[in-house]
Nanobody
Framework: QVQLVESGGGWVQAGGSLRLSCAAS????????MGWFRQAPGKEREIVAA????????YYADSVRGRLTISRETAKNTVYLQINSLKPEDTAVYYC?????????????????WGQGTQVTVSS
């Protein structure tokens, strides 16, 4: 199993930026792909970005492409999500997840471990 701890959420005005972090432990970091998901009140959890085990392949949802950057730092066993030009509709709890395989997937059910989530609130 992989243990995940997110941080970096908070309150920000529209147009601002945040960088979310997800610290991983428990397995060799490069062995698993990582994803960032979000869940807004009353909505289903949706993927926003994913990155392969070696960092060479990334995925972004159409709704956020161009504003988000996912990256991973092996030395710190950490995955980041940089969110720019924040909008009120980005308000959600953001979760990181690990898939115990290096290939990325957009399917929630394919991820094996989840963090506890970090709240992002964007005011207009």
């Amino acid at each position: 199993q992989v243990q995940l701890v997110e941080s970096g959420g908070g309150w920000v005005q529209a147009g601002g930026s945040l960088r979310l972090s997800c610290a991983a432990s428990g397995r060799t970091f490069g062995d698993y792909a990582m994803g960032w998901f979000r869940q807004a009140p009353g909505k289903e959890r949706e993927i926003v970005a994913a990155i392969s085990g070696n960092g060479g392949i990334t995925y972004y949802a159409d709704s956020v492409r161009g504003r988000l950057t996912i990256s991973r730092e092996t030395a710190k066993n950490t995955v980041y999500l940089q969110i720019n030009s924040l909008k009120p509709e980005d308000t959600a709890v953001y979760y990181c997840a690990a898939r115990l395989s290096p290939g990325i997937t957009t399917l929630n059910a394919k991820y094996d471990s989840w963090g506890q989530g970090t709240q992002v609130t964007v005011s207009s």
